[in-house]
């Protein structure tokens, strides 16, 4: 009943605290043959590590990853995966648990000190054990893992809104995204950002923000109906990313004000045969199953629990008290949420590709979605 691992036949187990020693994961059922890098790993990793701009927290982590085991490379071949598990490792370089002396005996408002206190009886206070989004760091490695397992199949993130400000679609450019420090497609929208994080940090507070992935080349059918739905578990494993407060997958809740004629997704046949839609206001996903279009989820993230305006709380002897968090942390936790947002959903679609081989084996289905 721990709940530490994520997945079916491609399974994730992720461990460690924010200042642990450690953090890593455990993927259990990634197929053989498969080449893998340290490198490849770690160029997701760097998307994530913290203190590369002013916008994120200031913690100094390389985010190296080690592979332990589940890979073998025979003279100078490249290693390949050998379908056993593979042990990716993450060393802890620059916790500061000190700065979290004055909060060990108080609750943050907005964070999960109060919940873990009342649960397991005691909490790691020193920045936030497993709650923390240090624990993100697992996940993306994870992610990279299972890219390898679906090559066929884009995933891509980007910030979509920090705060009130969201991005002009029709300015939306995907090269863009690399070239700001928000991940977003939307050039003149990253400097207003820039300007108004910069006044959010610099009065000690934070802000929230709303994350778009999208997968595209997933061909029709992955998924299952009922009680096994991609769109279902594709928004469970987008919750489960820490501060996330909501998932909505197309239109989401756009599409209750929508009429039937206009959310409808009209098909006609396509130039090659094969079924194209004229719109796609569920998000690639219809009964649970892929339609062949391109899956695209959005989650809203929280503002950072830690800030520096002092806040009412109470302590657990449950004296009513004030806390003010010191340390280093993210004005927008947001920002970091991008690449992991991808390994999720990647994680997701490795799963769904290997359950639907499971159970439809070779069958063709070419007549449907992405050749």
Known sequence: MSHNTFGHLFRVTTFGESHGPALGCVVDGCPPGLD????????????????QSRFTTQRREPDQVRILSGTFAEG????????TPIALLIENTDQRSKDYGDIRDKYRPGHADFTYDAKYGLRDYRGGGRSSARETAARVAAGAVARLVVPGVTVRGALVQIGPHRVDRARWDWDEVARNPFFCPDPVAAQLWEAYLDGVRKAGSSVGAVVEVVAEGVPAGWGAPIYAKLDGEIAAALMSINAVKGVEIGDGFAAAELTGEENADEIRRGPDGRPMFRSNHAGGLLGGLSTGQPIVARFAVKPTSSILTTRETIDRSGAETEILTKGRHDPCVGIRAVPVGEAM?????????????????????ASFGPA
């Open 76 to 83: 100078d071949a490249p290693a390949r995966t050998t379908g």
């Open 345 to 365: 959903m990647a994680c997701v679609l490795a799963d769904a590709f290997l359950r639907h081989r499971g159970q439809v084996g070779e069958r063709a289905t």
């Open 36 to 51: 893998i890098s340290e490198q490849v790993i770690q160029a997701d990793l760097d998307r994530r590590r913290p203190g």
